[in-house]
């Protein structure tokens, strides 16, 4: 079965995330964010799967051949992609510089400040930085250096020392962390010259007050390093001890992990690099060579000139057309079922429906999965006043969320102490849906539930950047295996019996085989036979082999896939019925959506569940089928904007896919953006 390697299809995406940056259609400072991306993507990808691949190479051969693949030849393989695409990385932001300029911005290093400004960041120099450093030496009496997760390091070289008594030694090594927290950010805006504007990033800043800080030396070398560890937990597989601590120790654990890679800049002198080998058990197989800068995430932080053509224009969320701006959301979802479509309506819906939950005297329950929450929380202000008023609140908690596993122990903290009843899942499960219930004691003293199904987090800050589908129900069939999924939840052995929702992991891919099964079994019949896909990754070998026989026996599949994408599209034989796309664009594609002709009764399901491994065996996930027509053909409407774009989309082999000959240009985010603001306006006629 012919596939592309995960990692590899993995850097596709990341390459996609390139291409935004080098567009000039995207706004200037947009374009910046995007390396921003790009970069923090790229960290994250050597601490967990490059450093899983060279975890891999240490097993002992016999184990080794058991993998299938050689670990040492994939990484060789991705490693040779990340250089490729690090290159064009530094050709990208180096073409950025001259745009920068035309716009009158300035982003300048030592060697070009004139010798006004160099005084002024000398001033700014003993003014805000001096008193921030604390160089360490790398001498003899150093036996061990142990450098930060994803820190910026400055080395210094001394030499030529002054005539100074005692004399000091003939050449010395130092590193010192850059202070960027502490500073307030990575870069200094120096004062404006007329219409002109000038940024210096805080190395230089340092740079230029190197010789006040070595004052014993003549010369004074400057380079940068930064190291990214080792991010997997390394959490036991059975359930024994207190879960908790486990997570508590894997996370102190982490900040030790080994190291996953070192970016050095070109310039940094051999003997540099050979004492922070030395001191710190980094070998040459750890070592990149990187730019004068690293950690291009911070340009997040890159000084905002307050131009509206710099960004993305505004796109303030649109009100809701079904639900009401105040009043009872409840009584709303108690008559008929709303779909949310995030960022572009609001997700300030989930947190009023919270918060009145919260209020409500007829609530008696409330439950809720929480996997990444903000770090101001909303959502758990709210569950802690339903907590605190006396309702039973249950949240399954998943500890196991990288690298919001701190935050998520500080909320449930909270949670317990306010009375909440706070479930923790084993090691080997994940809980990824994304399920709300609240209990009401309605009028006639009947309990009644309330639902929210979600592709994406209960978390107002990525609702903002996240394109997702959520259901506000009160259709019983829904609610009562909703609360049978919770039911699970809290004693993780009773299976529910599920007549609607798709679960995982012991329904899910079930399901889902003997739905492609059925549109299998119409296309021999010579009937009508399609899957539409929209999701984040296909990754599981078993289900791309399933789309494999479904092509071959005539079904036509479209993937819309923003990620990870193992399957080949295209390919006589077995995949020639099978195309795929990919958007990328000012917000991320989150929302998965699987469409199945079934006999021209399409079935709509939305999940939270992507096509991998380890999201339908070892996470608990839920698909949940759109029932209300008008809904089923407001998410299709959606789906075959991103089908149709001809702007942001890309084709398997990542590239762009542009309108025909007398084709309009069609922007699905835009497109939909529109769409859904005249809603409401539509409804009402």
């Known amino acids: 079965m012919k596939t592309l390697s995960r990692d590899l299809s993995w850097l596709r995406f990341n390459a996609r995330v390139l291409q935004e940056a080098q567009c000039a259609a995207v706004p200037l400072l947009e374009r910046l964010k995007f390396l921003a991306i790009f970069s923090s993507n790229l960290d994250e990808f050597f601490k967990v799967r490059v450093a899983t691949l060279r975890r891999l190479t240490k097993l002992k051969k016999k184990t080794r051949a058991k993998l299938g693949e050689s670990p040492k030849r994939q990484l060789r393989e991705v490693l040779a992609e990340v250089a490729r695409q690090q290159e064009e990385f530094g050709t990208t932001f180096r073409e950025l510089l001259p745009e920068l300029n035309r716009r009158h911005i300035h982003l300048l290093n030592e060697a070009e400040l004139t010798d006004k400004q160099r005084e002024w960041t000398v001033r700014y120099f003993r003014d805000k930085v001096q008193d921030l450093l604390s160089p360490v030496v790398l001498d003899d009496g150093l036996h061990h250096l142990f450098l930060k997760d994803q820190a910026v390091y400055l080395t210094f070289l001394l030499s030529k020392p002054t005539a100074a008594k005692p004399k000091p030694a003939a050449e010395r090594v130092l590193l010192m962390e850059l202070p960027t927290r502490r500073h307030g950010g990575r870069f200094v805006r120096l004062p404006d010259e007329g219409d002109e504007r000038y940024v210096l990033f805080l190395d230089d800043v340092i740079r230029m007050g190197a010789s006040e800080l070595f004052p014993a030396y003549k010369q004074v070398e400057v380079n940068a390093i930064k190291l990214s560890r080792d991010a997997e937990l390394d959490i036991e597989e059975e359930v024994s001890g207190d879960l908790m601590e486990k997570i508590r120790s894997s996370l102190a654990k982490r900040a030790t992990g080994f190291p996953a890679r070192l970016l050095f800049d070109p310039e940094i002198p051999k003997e540099v690099l050979r004492a922070i080998k030395q001191k710190t058990g980094i070998t040459d197989e750890e070592l990149v060579e990187g730019s004068r800068y690293h950690n291009f995430r911070d340009f997040f932080g890159f000084p905002d000139f307050d131009e509206a053509d710099f960004h993305y224009p505004a796109w303030p969320a649109l009100p809701h057309p079904t639900l009401p701006r105040t009043g009872s959301l409840l009584a709303a979802i108690g008559l008929r079922d709303h779909l949310l479509h995030l960022p572009y309506q609001s997700f300030d819906y989930v947190t009023r429906l ?332």
Not at 468 to 480: C, K, P, Q, V
Not at 496 to 514: D, I, K, T
Not at 523 to 543: C, F, P, Q, S, T
Not at 544 to 558: F, N, Q, W
């Open 354 to 685: 919270l918060r009145e939950a919260a209020a409500d005297p007829r609530v008696s329950a409330v439950s809720i999965t929480l996997y990444r929450v903000a770090s101001k929380s909303e959502v758990v202000k709210a569950l802690l006043k339903a907590a605190r008023r006396g309702k039973q609140v249950t949240v399954v908690m998943e500890l196991k969320a990288r690298f919001d596993e701190e935050s998520n122990l500080f909320w449930a903290d909270k949670l317990q102490r306010a009375g909440a009843h706070v479930i923790f899942t084993p090691p080997e499960l994940k809980v990824h849906s994304k399920l709300l219930l609240i209990a009401r004691r309605e009028a006639d003293e009947t309990t009644r539930e309330y639902a929210y199904f979600s592709t994406g987090n209960f978390n107002e800050s990525t609702a903002e950047l996240y394109t997702d589908h959520g259901l506000f129900t009160a259709n019983a069939e829904l609610t009562r295996e909703a609360t049978a999924v919770f039911g699970y939840l809290r004693d993780q052995t009773t299976v529910p019996e599920l007549a609607q929702l798709l679960v995982a992991p012991f329904g899910l891919r079930s399901s889902l085989n003997a739905l492609i099964d059925y549109e299998i079994k119409q296309a021999k019949k010579g009937r009508e036979a399609y899957i539409i896909l929209k999701v984040n990754a296909v990754e599981d070998e078993a289900m791309i082999c399933k789309l494999y026989d479904a092509s071959h026996a005539g079904v036509r599949v479209e993937l819309v896939v923003r990620g990870i994408g193992r399957l080949v599209p295209g390919q006589p034989g077995f995949s020639e019925n099978i195309s795929q796309r990919g958007i990328v664009d000012r917000f991320l594609e989150h929302s998965r959506v699987y469409v199945f002709a079934h006999g021209g009764e399409e079935k709509v399901y939305v999940s939270s569940a992507d096509w991998m491994t380890r999201n339908l065996n070892r996470r608990v996930e839920v698909a949940f089928p759109i029932l209300d027509d008008a809904l089923r053909a407001e998410v299709r409407h959606l789906l075959d904007l991103q089908r149709q774009d001809n702007v942001k989309a890309r084709d398997f082999e990542n590239n762009y896919i542009l309108p025909a000959a007398g084709e309009k240009p069609l922007r699905a985010q835009e497109a939909t953006y529109a769409w859904l603001k005249g809603l409401k306006r539509r409804q009402r006629k």
